[in-house]
Every structure is written in structure tokens, then in C-alpha cells.
């Protein structure tokens, strides 16, 4: 009889077990996705503005600002890296500098979007680095984007002159209970 009572458990113990090594799983396997890239253009004092001037650590630059500047913007975000190519999206938001040496801050953005038949937003939040990529995750999204998750990279492609360009690459991923999204 006592081995009876084993039984439950034997049957279950493949069910305990750790994964074995090498073994992979596919979390986006059955997830809806869209991959693309847009470019923001940012013109220093027409789309882009320091609202509060930071404290302490590096100055003012091409690539810098002081610890605790407070930087808003609303930047076209265009099809190619050419800012007169089709906008595709806005990015609106906000960066507090957040390091003393002036490249990185936290950030936060409303990106709305009108790209491959879909419009909506999307909301990232995280650390920005000022000249190295940098991933943000999708927090969440309005429209044909609601329920959205994934991630933006950002890296810069032209960090001279007044106007700075960087490129944004999408990864979006849909949950298959949302209505919205691509097409499967």
C-alpha cells in the first residue's frame, strides 16, 4: 500500500523538474509583431527645449546637459533619416538628466503612430543614454496599439548640428486576447 501512496507524487515529479539544458522556449511564438524603424528629428529650441537647468556636473553640449536639466520634447519622427522624407509618428515627452557626467537620464514618451494601416500610441519609459542604443520598454498603447507590449531601441545616427537624429526600431508584440493589432 505504501507504494501506491508514491504514485501521485512519481507522476508529478516530471512536472517539478527544472528544465532541462539547452532546452528553448518561444514566449513570442504565438504573439502578433510588427518591426519597424522611424527616425526622430530633434531641433534643439523649435522641437526640443530645456525647461529647467540642471544643478551640478557637465555643461550644456552637443550631447551633454547638467545633472537634473529638464528636457521636453515633440519631434517628428520620419521615415527615413532625411527630415524631409513622410512623417510616420510623433514622439512627445520628457528626459531628466540623471548622471553627472550629462549622457544619461530617465526618459518617458508618447509615440503616436500612423504606420502599415495602424494608428494609435505607444508609451515607452527608461534610461536614456545621450550617444550609445539604448532599449525602452513599451508600456502599454491606445488604438489599434492597445495591449501592445516589446521594446524601442534607440540609437543616434547625426548628433551635429542643430538638428540630432536618432534612429527608433520598434518591436511590438500582441497578446492574443487583443482585437487590435496585425493581421495574423
Do not use: C
Amino acid at each position: 500500500m505504501s507504494k501506491l501512496l508514491h504514485l501521485p507524487f512519481l507522476l508529478l515529479l516530471p512536472l517539478l523538474s527544472p528544465p532541462r539544458a539547452g532546452a528553448a522556449s518561444s514566449h513570442h511564438h504565438h504573439l502578433r509583431s510588427l518591426h519597424f524603424s522611424l527616425f526622430q528629428q530633434e531641433t534643439i529650441n523649435k522641437t526640443g527645449y530645456i525647461v529647467v537647468d540642471g544643478v551640478a556636473g557637465a555643461g550644456v553640449g552637443q550631447t551633454t546637459t547638467p545633472f537634473g536639466t529638464i528636457f521636453v520634447f515633440n519631434d517628428g519622427m520620419t521615415v527615413t533619416s532625411n527630415a524631409s522624407s513622410r512623417v510616420a509618428g510623433i514622439a512627445e515627452g520628457a528626459s531628466i538628466t540623471s548622471s553627472l557626467d550629462g549622457l544619461r537620464s530617465v526618459s518617458f514618451a508618447k509615440i503616436t503612430l500612423r504606420i502599415r494601416g495602424l494608428q494609435g500610441s505607444i508609451s515607452i519609459v527608461g534610461g536614456t543614454h545621450n550617444i550609445k542604443p539604448v532599449d525602452h520598454p513599451v508600456v502599454g498603447g491606445t488604438d489599434d496599439f492597445m495591449f501592445v507590449g516589446g521594446y524601442v531601441r534607440s540609437s543616434p545616427v547625426d548628433l551635429e548640428g542643430v538638428t540630432v537624429v536618432y534612429k527608433i526600431e520598434f518591436h511590438l508584440y500582441w497578446p492574443p486576447y487583443a482585437a487590435n493589432g496585425p493581421s495574423k
